[in-house]
């Protein structure tokens, strides 16, 4: 089971994984708080998506600790409208 958190923002949605990664690496928050020298809370609300702005400088910690891109952490897609389009 993935956790991910999925928030609305504008007409789309933010994606927040690191839950996920986290879970999927066996990796606790407190040795991640550690290892990358980043406050817990800030952690925390990474994970909830629980954020007011994005901190690029985390961003890069933890992409360089996880050795991963940033879509792999923190995600945005626009909400598909659906279409007025009848199929016959």
Not at 69 to 78: A, G, L, S, T
């Amino acid at each position: 089971m993935t956790n991910i958190n999925k928030v609305k923002i504008g007409n789309g949605y933010y994606y927040f994984k690191l839950d996920s990664i986290l879970k999927e690496k066996h990796i606790s928050i407190n040795k991640l708080m550690r290892d990358t020298e980043t406050d817990f809370k800030v952690l925390k609300r990474m994970i909830t998506g629980d954020l007011v702005r994005i901190d690029i400088i985390v961003l890069a910690r933890l992409c360089n600790y996880f050795n991963c891109k940033i879509e792999d952490i923190i995600e945005y897609k626009i909400e598909e409208k659906e279409s007025n389009l009848v199929v016959n």
